[in-house]
């Protein structure tokens, strides 16, 4: 079946270094990629989005690359702050559907070290 | 309100028992999701609303999950007799309508403990 995976459960960044998480998916079809947020006791928080035309878009602090080729994405954030701590979660539609219908990846876990 | 609000927080109960989980979406929004997490796992799709249609039930694991939007708004989603496997966090989300360039706004989750 098709599925969206991050490379790394946890990585561990210096506070005001980059930090970088990938994710790898298997269906090709696939329109738009999200990342998302989650810090403890909340549900996710939606960062930023991408749709399957673009390689690159940028928000505040943080920028998604999309590798079609090779099916992988990944999330930079600039200037890592501890607040940024968190699980960071790729998603990705379920088959061709174009909703809110998604399949997660299992999360990377951001420790910012002070 | 202001946000996608769940209830209850925490819910324990024994196994066999049923146990509801409450949803209220932000206002407006027409599409309503429920998602499982289980411990230290992605999320899980469960079932899909949109406006008047019928919903989309593809994610729920077994017959012993239900759910129901009432009058658009307002979602429940019914665990009957009640496994250990069950225990996880439920989330509600919804969006202002069902393509998926709508951003999902997700509630803090009901964490339901089955004993």
């Known amino acids: 079946g098709e599925s969206v995976g991050l490379h790394l459960p946890t990585l561990s960044v210096q506070e005001g270094d980059n930090s970088i998480i990938n994710c790898a998916y298997s269906n090709s079809a696939s329109d738009y990629f999200i990342w998302y947020k989650q810090e403890s006791g909340k549900g996710p928080q939606f960062i930023i989005d991408?749709?399957?035309?673009?390689d690159k878009r940028q928000g505040q602090r943080v920028t998604v690359l999309l590798n079609k080729t090779v099916k992988h994405l990944s999330l930079q954030i600039a200037a890592t702050q501890p607040g940024d701590s968190a699980v960071y979660f790729c998603a990705g539609p379920v088959g061709s559907s174009n909703t809110g219908k998604l399949i997660f990846g299992q999360g990377t876990t951001l420790q910012v070290k002070p | 309100g202001a946000g996608v609000s769940q209830s209850p927080s925490n819910k324990v109960t024994e196994k066999g028992k049923d146990v509801e989980l409450r949803c209220d979406p932000i206002?407006?929004?027409?599409?309503l999701y429920w998602y499982r997490q289980s411990l230290g796992q992605g999320l899980e799709f469960l079932i899909y609303f949109q406006g008047n249609s019928a919903p989309d039930k593809s994610g729920l694991p077994s017959d012993r999950f239900s759910a129901e939007r009432t009058g658009g708004s307002v979602s429940t989603l019914t665990i009957q007799r009640t496994q250990q496997e069950d225990s996880a966090v439920y989330l509600c989300?919804?969006?202002?309508?069902?393509?998926?360039?709508?951003?999902?706004?997700f509630g803090a989750g009901s964490r339901l403990t089955v004993l």
């Open positions: 206002s407006g929004h027409t599409a």
């Open positions: 989300a919804s969006s202002l309508g069902p393509s998926g360039a709508n951003v999902l706004t």
């Open positions: 991408i749709r399957s035309n673009m």
